[in-house]
């Protein structure tokens, strides 16, 4: 039994914790109570007038069609950059698993693209990509495609899916390497034994004890996808064209700041909070008891 | 049912490194063979070639007829048992063992008979064979990963350190279940272990491994009886071999060991060795109390342990303070301080070079 160690009660403990609580007010607490407030708000768009009103904000948004739009693109968007990312991870960490020689060199190359800011990665895509100076539209247009995201919708969203999924690889990469390394090294050695090939023992043995690693990286790309994508779908397309970019934190961005519309706005947020929490009941209660193995 | 044939293995890792210096061994069909050795004397490294684990730098490696240097481990015949025992902890105990035979492409009922068969041999209950490996003890997985090997019916078992995970009893009651096992299986056997009483018990033969080098092969008996270097008496047997200093008197008849005590080795047969320093090695349970006299080592007792069934009594003598272990049978009323006479039979008495660490013949 491991004895109960008793402190004299002090001030001490409480300073060390105040400036991290302070921040947590001012930063989070304050404002999410302000947005929580103002989706109850009417204002008009110089801020003259406020009226109190209820949920009709929230009412107004569900009746909304350009609303479930967005909700529907950003489910698409969301699974398309999780899955695409996790498994461009979950490959190169299967391969920089194997590699022997120079495989610190790998690692780091891999981990590389996480430091970039989001808006720096999104003006990095905006000049690969950009139809009248990018490279790429100038290689497509010799395999006789022509690319203008500026135009197409499809295309616009192809390419934010692309370049979110691109920033988010090495974070994923890098649990996935971990979680890899931490298999024991007979256990393939035994299934080698036991005649599986290199296809199969990843399939029956490798990928199911990095499902943990999996599980816990889905909620956290899904988060990602939906609310840290911001900077690179406002440098890269700024939600167009007509809206196919746009997915709900965009929204929350365009009607509230340009379009004024603080309280709806408010409203789409409170919304999106309702989501987060939701995804992080689910982290807690399937990752934080996942089954341990061994 | 096979062989296993090594002709002239070595191992070079890619960094120089050399783990094996070139192993001649040929494993009879239904042989038990045990390596056994110091920790990084390379008898791991040794059973992963043979295994397919490790890549062979050189020699030929032969399981029955084939030479296997180059044949993928699922495709050699064997089966591992290792020594943190691999389960797949996300597959049932049942699964664990299907897996294999799944891959060779055996029916459903077959693969059942086979599981429910190995499981019967083993004691795993049906309500076990359901459970995941986290839900048995250390003992039981063992079981399980014994089982795993035996339902692919394969031609040699391969144990790497098996039992070395498990609580000093349950190691006494798995050793007697794995002699038993393969005794009545008749599958030949190679067993990696570090533990010299395993290795006594289990093999048929032993080889001792030591730096790379096959320091000794043979029965049991044999090493314990005629150890062929200083490496292997010292190894083998415990509490180890005493181990004395001395030196062959000028006629080559007798070898001097303390002060006015020498021993008679009888017709001269070591006269080439005359005026030379040798190892004189005599085991703690070959020394006799006896009564004072003229031959007899003066041993102060400095600790005494009693085990029950022998007493162990640890010593010193001569000038220079040389420690002697004595084993006694029985219990021996023996206190610390005192001075015991010992003297050891001419029989039980192992010469060595002290250059060559080589045994010397006489």
Redesign the interface.
């Known amino acids: 039994m491991l004895k109960r160690v008793h402190f004299e009660p002090s001030l001490l403990p409480y300073l060390l914790v105040l400036p991290q609580i302070v921040i947590t007010i001012v930063f989070f607490v304050w404002p999410a109570s302000q947005a929580l407030y103002q989706s109850l708000l009417v204002e008009d768009a110089f801020g003259l007038s406020t009226q109190f009103v209820w949920f009709e904000n929230f009412e107004e948004l569900f009746a909304d069609p350009h609303y479930w739009d967005a909700f529907q693109r950003t489910f698409l968007f969301s699974f398309l950059v999780a899955a695409l990312s996790m498994a461009s991870a979950l490959l190169l960490a299967a391969m920089a698993d194997r590699v022997i020689k120079g495989s610190g060199f790998y690692r780091t190359m891999l981990i590389w693209p996480y430091a970039v800011a989001p808006a720096a990665a999104g003006a990095l895509w905006f000049f690969i990509f950009d139809p009248t100076l990018g490279v790429m539209p100038y290689i497509l247009q010799f395999f006789g495609y022509e690319w203008n995201h500026k135009i197409y919708g499809n295309e616009a969203m192809a390419l934010v899916i692309f370049s979110a999924a691109w920033k988010q690889i090495a974070y994923n990469f890098l649990f996935f390497l971990a979680g890899l390394q931490s298999i024991p090294k007979s256990l393939i050695e035994a299934a080698a034994i036991d005649g599986a090939g290199p296809g199969r023992r990843f399939w029956t043995i490798i990928f199911p004890l990095v499902s943990p690693t999996t599980f816990f990286l889905l909620v956290v790309n899904v988060v990602y996808a939906f609310f840290e994508t911001f900077g690179i779908i406002d440098a890269l397309t700024s939600g167009g064209p007509a809206n196919a970019t746009q997915i709900l934190v965009y929204k929350v961005y365009n009607d509230g700041f340009v379009g004024l519309d603080l309280g709806g706005s408010a409203a789409q947020s409170v919304i999106l909070m309702g989501i987060v929490i939701g995804l992080t009941v689910v982290q807690f209660r399937f990752v934080e008891k996942k089954v341990s193995y061994q | 049912m096979a062989s296993v044939t090594l002709d002239n293995i070595q191992k070079t890792y890619p960094n120089g490194f050399k783990a094996i210096h070139g192993v001649d061994v040929e494993v009879k069909d239904g042989e038990f063979l045990v390596l056994v050795g110091p920790s990084g004397c390379g008898k791991s490294t040794l059973l992963r070639m043979v295994?397919?684990?490790e890549t062979v730098t050189d020699g030929s490696l032969k399981i029955g007829e084939r030479e296997v240097n180059n044949v993928?481990?699922?495709k050699r015949d064997?089966?591992?048992v290792?020594?943190?025992y691999?389960l797949?902890?996300?597959m049932s105990v049942y699964a664990n063992m299907a897996?294999?035979l799944k891959?060779?492409g055996l029916g459903k009922a077959e693969i059942d008979e086979r599981v429910k068969n190995a499981a019967s041999i083993l004691e795993l209950t049906e309500e076990q064979l359901e459970r995941k490996p986290?839900e048995l003890s250390g003992g039981q997985r063992q079981r399980v990963a014994m089982g795993?090997a035996i339902v692919?019916k394969p031609s040699v078992f391969l144990f790497d350190e098996p039992l070395s995970n498990l609580d000093a009893k349950l190691r006494v009651q798995m050793r007697v279940e794995i002699k038993r096992l393969q005794e009545s299986l008749g599958i030949t056997s190679i067993y990696v272990t570090h533990d010299q009483v395993e290795a006594m018990t289990l093999g048929h033969r032993l080889m001792v491994l030591n730096g790379g080098n096959v320091e000794q092969l043979g029965t049991p008996l044999e090493l314990y009886e005629k150890p062929a270097s200083l490496f292997v008496a010292q190894f083998i047997g415990s509490p180890a071999m005493n181990i004395v200093d001395t030196k062959m008197h000028e006629n080559g008849n007798e070898v001097t060991i303390a002060q006015n005590v020498s021993l008679a080795l009888g017709g001269g047969r070591l006269k080439d060795r005359a005026g030379q320093a040798l190892k004189l090695g005599v085991r703690p349970e070959h020394l006799v109390i006896s009564e004072e006299g003229a031959n007899t080592l003066p041993l102060i007792v400095t600790l005494v342990e009693h085990l029950g069934a022998d007493t162990l009594i640890h010593g010193h003598f001569g000038d220079d303070k040389t420690d002697l272990t004595v084993r006694c049978s029985g219990t021996q009323s023996v206190k610390v301080g005192e001075k015991l006479p010992i003297t050891a039979s001419l029989d039980h008495i192992h010469l060595f070079d002290p250059a060559t660490e080589k045994r010397i013949e006489f």
């Open positions: 295994a397919g684990l993928e481990p699922s064997i089966a591992m290792f020594q943190n691999a797949y902890p996300h897996y294999g891959i060779m986290r795993r692919r």
